[in-house]
């Protein structure tokens, strides 16, 4: 009857994560997101060498050799606010591309993260589990605004003289993880298969149409999905006492086309999630104080879409084509700290920071109005508290403080595009053990 239990649980969860993830959408270290999981996220994203909940797995698959049997739901309130500001008079010359002068805030500033984690012990040394997560995305919405520089048979608003401007791009993945302990839990391996599903929508780029391989399909063409897969491989070692080294790495994960956008991303609406490595190394400083400190690098720059610079729309390459441009993003390396402190047997207080150097060039702002992925700083803290031997409640909360991009207008010379964002969000979850 446990068993069955837990199945209708893990059955309900998966549910009703499923049909909310639609609604996500994630933008803290480029696309991708702080941590997983609340504990994680409450200690800046640490997590490769310290395991505490069924959600680590999308870090370190063999997290789950560690944490036993459990069920943990969690819902984050994620808001970024994203702006530009266009400096500078416009250049009117023919063939000039400039941008109407002041400052354009995004629409759509909350958003729902839903999470789920699921780990089951087999024997004393194998674990299996399920997580379900949101990985990260991209979000701008700018309203359509009277532009007086656009030019005539244009609609006259917006952006790039097309009305409401702005793309939605998600990612949603669920891992299957096995894992398995040896030398009396000293050390630890997993494995995880990982499922992903993205979804995308692009309006107001139509003033793009003359840069595009496929005009039909660069812009306002609905919600398109793509699936794809991959894996994550991971390992844990105690090294002294108290002290352990975990290690990660997440494969390139393969996925479909966007079809309805293959004007718009390279090789015909391309858009693969790059691959990404962890090491991580925690110490139990006494039995109630733990430290962790991770390193996280994302191989951006190996995704077409993402890695190639808007250069080439310049010099013949068009949009959507294997040569064509993108956002030219650079791979990010992410550094971790995050603390712990358990204050009795109910309450447990948990901080942290991370910085990575945003990965946009200041010659990428044009195209990366869409895609304003500039944070570097996280501030995090949180707490759990025991509510019975089995049941706990635990929250977290970030904050990424103002980053801003600078650079010129590569159509409009003599304005300069400022890229600004700050992000907030509040993480709840609910955990019970078996």
């Not at 793509?226 to 390139?252: C, D, H, I, T």
């Not at 393969?254 to 190394?281: C, K």
Request: aromatic share 12%.
């Amino acid at each position: 009857m446990t068993h069955l239990k837990k199945t209708l649980l893990l059955a309900t969860a998966i549910s009703t994560a499923l049909a909310t993830i639609p609604l996500t959408a994630h933008a803290t270290n480029g696309y991708f997101a702080h941590g997983y999981g609340v504990r994680s996220k409450a200690m800046a994203g640490t997590g490769t060498a310290f395991s505490q909940d069924a959600v680590a797995a999308a870090i370190n698959p063999a997290s789950l050799a560690y944490v036993g049997d459990r069920l943990d739901l969690e819902l984050e309130l994620f808001s970024p606010h994203r702006e530009y500001r266009v400096q500078g008079a416009p250049t009117l010359a023919p063939g000039a591309f400039p941008l109407n002068p002041g400052t354009v805030e995004s629409d759509n500033d909350f958003f729902p993260v839903p999470t789920v984690g699921w780990s089951h012990k087999l024997d004393s040394q194998q674990t299996v589990g399920v997580a379900l997560y949101g990985n990260g995305g991209m979000d701008t919405d700018y309203p359509g605004f009277t532009n007086p520089l656009c030019p005539p048979g244009s609609s006259g608003k917006g952006t790039f003289c097309a009305g409401r401007t702005g793309i939605d791009m998600m990612q949603a993945f669920i891992t299957a993880t096995y894992a398995r302990s040896f030398n009396e839990g000293r050390f630890a391996l997993g494995i995880s298969p990982v499922f992903a599903m993205q979804t995308f929508e692009a309006h107001g780029l139509g003033s793009f149409a003359g840069f595009s391989s496929n005009p039909s399909r660069l812009t306002n063409n609905d919600t398109d999905f793509s699936f794809g897969a991959g894996f994550r491989v991971g390992g844990q070692a105690e090294l002294l006492p108290g002290v352990r080294l975990g290690a990660s790495y997440k494969s390139r994960i393969y996925m479909s086309e966007f079809d309805n956008y293959a004007g718009l991303f390279a090789d015909q609406g391309g858009f693969d999630i790059p691959d990404s490595f962890n090491v991580g190394l925690s110490w139990n400083v006494s039995p109630r104080f733990i430290t962790a400190f991770d390193v996280e690098h994302i191989r951006y720059s190996d995704i077409k879409s993402v890695g190639r610079p808007l250069l080439p729309l310049f010099q013949g390459a068009a949009l959507g084509t294997a040569t064509g441009p993108g956002f030219g993003w650079n791979d990010m390396t992410i550094y971790k700290f995050g603390a712990q402190w358990q204050q009795n047997g109910n309450w447990t207080w948990r901080g942290g920071f991370s910085y990575g150097q945003q990965p946009i060039e200041n010659t990428e702002v044009l195209f990366n109005i869409l895609a304003p992925g500039v944070q570097e700083w996280h501030l995090t803290g949180g707490f759990s508290h025991a509510l019975s031997k089995q049941d706990e409640l635990s929250f977290a909360v970030m904050y990424s403080p103002e980053k801003t991009v600078s650079g010129p207008n590569p159509l409009s010379p003599g304005q300069t595009i400022d890229l600004a964002m700050t992000q907030f969000s509040l993480q709840f979850a609910w955990s019970r053990r078996f």
